[in-house]
């Protein structure tokens, strides 16, 4: 008697370029940037990211992520399949827009490392897909007012808007 299925088998690739298209709108309805159609993409392990709070970890992740080499459509599907039927959840986020090209993180969290019991519910789910597009805290909830989709890599602008949203803050 089987006491698990395996999870349907499901075109890695074509999956793929739909959260991409998906990804791609998501992009053009918050950020200003112009993103290029040139990909490349780097793997991250979601548990990986250490640290207490969300900026912390986010700077902890862009650590890692530097170190990084992108690679390929083809090479990072081929390593996605590798993995594919012990992956919970995916996530795909611009990590870097350049003029020339644009660096996907493929963010994944293995269902090992999830708690045993949950685990015996979602054993055979084909993993979670999600397309995200992190909001900088200077821009407010309700603002339609787009950002720059770099903001997470802490250039000029970033410290330009942060000094005044902190200024912003401590009036209030």
């Not at 791609?24 to 640290?51: Q, R």
């Not at 827009?97 to 045993?116: C, F, G, P």
């Not at 015996?120 to 007012?145: E, F, Q």
Request: aromatic residues 12%; contains cysteine; positive net charge.
């Amino acid at each position: 008697m089987k006491l698990f299925n395996t999870v349907p088998k499901i075109d890695v690739a074509e999956t793929l370029e739909k959260l991409i298209s998906e990804l791609l709108v998501l992009a053009k309805e918050t950020c200003w940037n112009t993103i290029s159609k040139n990909f490349v993409f780097i793997l991250s392990d979601i548990s990986e990211e250490e640290g207490e709070n969300y900026f912390i970890k986010r700077l902890n992740r862009n650590k890692l992520n530097k170190k990084k080499i992108p690679k390929s459509f083809i090479e990072a599907v081929t390593d996605l399949k590798d993995i594919y039927d012990s992956i919970y959840d995916i996530n795909l986020h611009v990590y870097k827009s350049e003029k020339n090209r644009t660096i996907i993180d493929i963010q994944y969290y293995l269902k090992s490392r999830l708690d045993a019991d949950f685990l015996k519910t979602v054993i055979d789910n084909p993993p979670m897909l999600h397309c995200k597009i992190a909001i900088p805290p200077y821009v407010k909830k309700d603002s339609r007012k787009k950002f720059d989709i770099n903001w997470e890599l802490e250039g000029l602008r970033y410290k330009w808007h942060m000094l005044w949203w902190k200024r912003e803050i401590k009036r209030s």
